[in-house]
């Protein structure tokens, strides 16, 4: 079946500028997780759903940074008056459920803030 | 609180074995292990849970001491396709989220 699918892939843009980043998961998988991986580093955690409610942002860099997943499905990461260091690889995962299961990432989209 | 990985890197000719540790500070509920090939999504191999449960692919083996807080990955009979960097991420127990906490990788790399 489909995997974690992300838009856009890339995204280039001034700094100053918000963007949307939109995750769409796996049909049926409850949890929804949020990403950030530097080049050469691990995926840090930025926030997390269970279905549409969100579990901990406890990730997030600063207020600029929010998250949403109103209908339990498709997610948007949205940051606002962007800065050159939000310029980073940004990672969505889906599992069945929340804790313990296996989270499957989707291919990313890669933010430049010029 | 980022788990630590050991070895850094490690060079194999095809058919050699590796092992890649994973340790952490905090008692853990689940260690989950990933490979990541240069430009692309980590891809999930092996989750192993707080009382012996394990799922994952059947040439991956790996093992987790939950008194150490430790994880190993076992590589036996490495192919070219092995190579990549691998990532360990850990669940810790207060938590039960699925909140990752990735270590720093491990790059592999397997040669002819």
């Known amino acids: 079946g489909a995997g974690v699918s992300q838009s856009p892939r890339y995204k280039v843009t001034k700094r100053g500028q918000d963007v949307a980043l939109r995750c769409d998961p796996i049909s049926g998988h409850v949890s929804l997780y949020w990403y950030r991986q530097a080049l050469g580093q691990g995926p840090e955690f930025l926030t997390y759903?269970?279905?549409?409610?969100?579990?901990?942002k406890s990730g997030l860099p600063n207020d600029r940074f929010s998250a949403e997943r109103p209908e339990g499905s498709i997610s948007t990461l949205t940051i606002q008056r962007t800065e050159q260091r939000d310029s980073a690889m940004y990672r969505c995962?889906?599992?069945?459920?929340?804790?313990?299961?296996?989270?499957?990432f989707g291919p990313g989209t890669r933010l430049l803030v010029l | 609180q980022q788990p630590v990985q050991s070895p850094q890197a490690v060079i194999l000719r095809e058919g050699e074995d590796a092992v890649i540790n994973c340790s952490s500070s905090?008692?853990?509920?689940?260690v989950h292990w990933y490979r990541q090939k240069h430009g692309e999504a980590p891809v999930f191999l092996m989750i192993?849970?707080?009382?012996?449960e394990q799922k994952g692919h059947d040439k991956i083996s790996a093992s987790f001491n939950e008194k150490k807080q430790q994880s190993s990955l076992y590589l036996t009979a490495s192919q070219l396709s092995y190579s990549g960097t691998y990532f360990c991420g850990t669940e810790p127990s207060s938590s039960n989220t699925g909140k990752l906490i990735f270590g720093q990788g491990t790059t592999l790399q397997v040669k002819p």
């Open positions: 759903f269970n279905y549409e409610a969100q579990q901990d």
């Open positions: 192993l849970l707080k009382g012996g």
């Open positions: 905090k008692a853990l509920y689940s």
């Open positions: 995962a889906s599992s069945l459920a929340a804790g313990g299961e296996t989270q499957y």
